[in-house]
């Protein structure tokens, strides 16, 4: 069974970058597809974007493009995400997740999920 | 404002039905894509409770269902137990924005 426990809180100013990461159990990382979502005070859940970490390959929303990178490190089986140019409305809880089909397959949903990392960012 | 429309809140006594709704357009829900249905206990990470329309995944209450019809989609909570108090959001693919979106989400509340 898949585990994903994700890094601690942080605390970011505007303008800062911030990079969260996600270890996985009871698989191999590359036997996976990561994907990033995050959920703002009060809101929805929006997708980041996800990756493949066999081949380096990611999807980005456009929303994030330019501001966000998804990185692996397969020797410790552990997904990264960083956002960079953060802004207060990147104020979240960022969670890592998986999904069963293939990266981009359009039938995916998101199963299962860490505990999720909260970002604040405030000056 | 989401994607997906749901109404922010419901409510039932113990034992009764509740339904919630998620409206999307003819660029997700009504292009015939999955809706996939999640449950977000307070302070922690969302769990999927339905799956591909209408289908349960295993340990989820049979007290759980779902269904898809045009451009929106429901779930449907019958016999509600204190336990089901909880968030719930809906999940689909949009072709307009290349991207998976989901609902603002739904609160249900246990009279």
């Known amino acids: 069974q898949v585990q994903l426990v994700q890094s601690g809180a942080e605390v970011k100013k505007p303008g800062a970058s911030v990079k969260v990461s996600c270890k996985v159990s009871?698989?191999?990382?590359?036997?996976?597809?990561i994907h990033w979502v995050r959920q703002a005070p009060g809101r929805g859940p929006e997708w980041m974007g996800g990756h493949d970490p066999e081949d380096g390959k990611a999807i980005y929303s456009q929303r994030f493009q330019g501001r966000v990178t998804m990185t692996e490190d397969t020797s410790t089986d552990t997904a990264f995400m960083e956002l960079t140019s953060l802004k207060s409305d990147d104020t979240a809880v960022y969670f890592c997740t998986t999904t069963v089909g293939q990266l981009a397959d359009i039938r995916n949903w998101f199963d299962p999920w860490g505990q999720g990392t909260p970002v604040t960012v405030s000056s | 404002q989401s994607v997906l429309t749901q109404p922010p809140s419901v409510s039932g006594a113990p034992g009764q039905r509740v339904i919630i709704s998620c409206t999307g357009s003819s660029s997700n829900i009504g292009a015939g894509y999955d809706v996939h249905w999640y449950q977000q206990l307070p302070g922690a990470a969302p769990k999927f409770v339905i799956y591909?329309?209408?289908n349960r995944p295993s340990g989820v209450s049979d007290r759980f269902s779902g269904s898809k019809s045009g451009t929106s989609a429901s779930l449907a909570i019958s016999g509600l137990q204190a336990e089901d108090e909880a968030d719930y959001y809906c999940?689909?693919?949009?072709?307009?924005?290349?991207?998976?979106?989901f609902g603002g989400g739904t609160k249900v509340t246990v009279l």
């Open positions: 999940q689909a693919y949009d072709s307009g924005l290349s991207a998976w979106v």
């Open positions: 591909a329309n209408n």
């Open positions: 009871g698989y191999s990382l590359t036997e996976l597809y």
